[in-house]
């Protein structure tokens, strides 16, 4: 099977979307080698999986590409609320929320924010970036083959440009390729979940007229819902160019070719409340809504992520998101291993935190369509008893009660009721503000490439464990004394406690992951810092 292999690397990524290439561009960053292929022959043409949540945007700043992507979505920097009515031009008319942060009140839990950049705009900064890191990428390339063994995975893939084929051995190969994917299929991996929940056809369309009809209603989405007229009508420049997201109906007979552009025209038009409105159709995509999540993440050394792993309705933007999330997790697990600072069984962890993860992200999906009322849905407005956790409490505040953690209560829900993140095993670390050198950071821009240790300035003893463990696993572990002190690391801004704030004592510390969330806690003092966390990072490791 090894034989007339034309390229080797560690990792062959398969699907060049936003997940493949969030995949890439985490995998540059920490020096792994690997090869992304993609079939089209370009990123995304269409304006759509648009929202960002504030986690998503966290982990590209850990990355470095947070400003480039503000700057490629500035010219919808002011749109921030839903919007529900009848049409923009009646009474009937009410803003399910009018700002996605109000009050500023995030600013506590994070550096970074919610951010609306289409897909269209977004894939073309993670390709610059990704490239500038390293990764190469190759587009007009399809898989058409995969088989693994207990070593590796040999695909075979073939330029649609030239017909030319290549032999590649790979380490590990992540399949990013969609929610129909092959590799999927190809692995006998099942899916659970209520299956389809709505189709749409999304419409581009250009008007010059409608920004006077929508005036300084700078939403994020519109849900207009007149009868035989209902559909989500989207900003791209809030200029000139919009689109409108139509419900279809394959089941009772609906084809593609009914959505002609006189009809499509006209449906805007009455759905608007504008009947001499200017609309010409530039572009249809049909898409599909969908609950669904695999029963595995993977198989060997084929893992799943993104949409070939999870499948949610788009209200809220919750796919996407989880599925860049799925990336950054696989991403720093494939490099410990490959670099052999963990075993492979860090890679079985991926499933174990992931999954629930998605299992209750679309969940809540599915009922936030029901409370917004989605055109074409028409399921139940949400879970009996109330909503279970907001929006930035699945986006944020999720938790991983099993995997490569210790100390956590598999008994506990994986989104919780409210937020917390207070250092707690298993969340995202806390965000505090830091002096460094004269400049200023969060806590969040200390994670991306190693575990690091967190513990008091005046309490050293926790550094030099660190320092002796990193050299005795040779493994990359960092650590910081914080305090007021002339002599710490990082000096909390406005004489903030940072123990207090990550659920510790002075005599305490903290160990968190390469990926920002909290993987032990030591609450008090330790008999020999170096033993315990000698202990802590070989089970942590797999190496134990």
Known sequence: MNENVDLRVPVLIVGGSLVGLSASLFLSRLGVRHLLVEKHSSTSTHPRGRGNNVRTMEVFRAAGAEQLIRDAASVLAENHGILQAGSLTGDDQEWLFKEIDPGGGLARFSPSGWCLCSQNDLEPVLVEHARAQGSELRFSTELLTFEQDADGVTAVVKDRETGQHTTVRADYLVAADGPRSPVREQLGIGQTGPGDLFHNVSITFRSRRLASVVGDRR???????????????????????????????????????????????????????????????????????????????????????????????????????????????????????????????????????????????????????????????AGSPGPAGGRKGGMLTVALGYRYVRGAVLDVDPGLPVVPEGMGLTGEPGTRAPHMWLGRDGGRLSTLDLYEKSFVVLCDARCPEWRTAAEAVAKRLSIPLDAFGIGSDPGADLQPENGGDWAASHGTSAEGAVLVRPDGFVAWRSE?????????????????LHRG
């Open 219 to 377: 939403f994020i989405v519109c849900y207009l819902t007149a009868p035989e007229a209902d559909g989500a009508l989207l900003p791209v420049d809030n200029e000139e160019h919009w689109v409108f997201h139509a419900p279809w109906q394959p089941d009772r007979g609906e084809t593609l070719e009914d959505f002609t552009d006189e009809r499509c025209a006209e449906h805007i038009r009455r759905a608007v409340g504008a009947p001499d409105l200017d609309v010409e159709i530039t572009g249809k995509a049909p898409w599909h809504a969908a609950e669904r999540v695999a029963e595995r993440y993977g198989s060997g050394r084929v893992f799943l992520a993104g949409d070939s792993a999870h499948e949610m309705s788009p209200t809220g933007a919750f796919g996407s998101n989880t599925g860049i999330q799925d990336a950054h997790n696989l991403a720093w697990k494939l490099a410990a291993v490959i670099n052999e600072v963990a075993g492979p069984g860090l890679l079985r962890t991926y499933e174990a935190e992931r999954l629930p993860v998605a299992q209750a992200t679309s969940a809540r999906a599915s009922a936030r369509s029901g409370e917004h009322s989605h055109p074409g849905f």
């Open 524 to 540: 008090g003092a330790a008999a020999d810092p170096e033993a315990t966390l000698y202990e802590v990072m070989l089970t942590l």
